[in-house]
């Protein structure tokens, strides 16, 4: 089945330790993304990728970032510089842009 | 600039029917709707290209007034399964498709029995 994948579901952290998240999808898709979701809020563009070994920054990058060594993997690393990081994260991709984008099931980040 | 998504929430009673609306104020290429359950992911809907068009999925519906720069998603005869949070994602007019797809704050359907 094709799809994209998110791990871990939960994860918590101590304040000021680095943390990635995975993202891995299998549609062959060239354009990738990261949103940020906090209650009552909509989903907020951290990155973006358009292919591999290239991204852009989105509307709230600071203290994020992102690698895209190959085609299925967009990781994001959450930094100690992020002030507030507990969220909602979720990964999509897209054939291109203007397309629907397809989400991952989303990790939850809880830092304590 | 974030959409503006109207109501904020709203609850029905199955079989009754709904309007959700999505005003931006820049020029639009698109609009996108997702619908997401609670603690899951966003589930696309439908997307809408050009102006005055209209689309439709059994009982969900939308439409785009260019000119207003806002799209509508109606809800007829709603379901059970119709319930949760419904988002707009608006792409600015560049005369093609963009990757920033910029989001609503959501509007919470609640059916009930």
């Known amino acids: 089945d094709g799809g994209i994948t998110q791990s871990p579901k939960y994860l918590f952290r101590k304040e000021g330790q680095n943390v990635t998240l995975s993202c891995e999808q299998n549609?062959?898709?060239?354009?990738m993304y990261w949103y940020r979701q906090d209650p009552g809020q909509g989903l907020r563009l951290i990155y973006y990728?358009?292919?591999?070994?290239?991204?852009q920054k989105g509307d709230i990058a600071e203290g994020y970032s992102v690698s895209r060594e190959k085609k299925e993997s967009f990781p994001l690393t959450v930094t100690s510089a992020q002030k507030n990081p507990t969220a909602f994260y979720l990964c999509?991709?897209?054939?291109?842009?203007?397309?629907?984008?397809?989400f991952g099931p989303g990790t939850r980040l809880t830092v304590l | 600039q974030q959409p503006v998504q109207s109501p904020q929430a709203v609850i029905l009673r199955e079989g009754e029917d709904a309007v959700i609306n999505c005003s931006s104020s820049?020029?639009?290429?698109?609009v996108h709707w997702y619908r997401q359950k609670h603690g899951e992911a966003p589930v696309f809907l439908m997307i809408?290209?050009?102006?005055?068009e209209q689309k439709g999925h059994e009982k969900i519906s939308a439409s785009f007034n260019e000119k207003k720069q806002q799209s509508s998603l109606y809800l007829t005869a709603s379901q059970l399964s119709y319930s949760g949070t419904y988002f707009c994602?608006?792409?600015?007019?560049?005369?093609?498709?963009?990757?920033?797809?910029?989001f609503g704050k959501g509007t919470k359907l609640s059916v009930i029995p």
């Open positions: 999509a991709s897209s054939p291109a842009p203007g397309y629907e984008q397809f």
């Open positions: 549609l062959n898709h060239d354009a």
């Open positions: 990728s358009q292919i591999v070994n290239d991204f």
């Open positions: 820049k020029a639009l290429y698109s």
């Open positions: 809408l290209l050009k102006g005055g």
């Open positions: 994602g608006t792409d600015p007019y560049s005369g093609a498709g963009s990757y920033q797809l910029t």
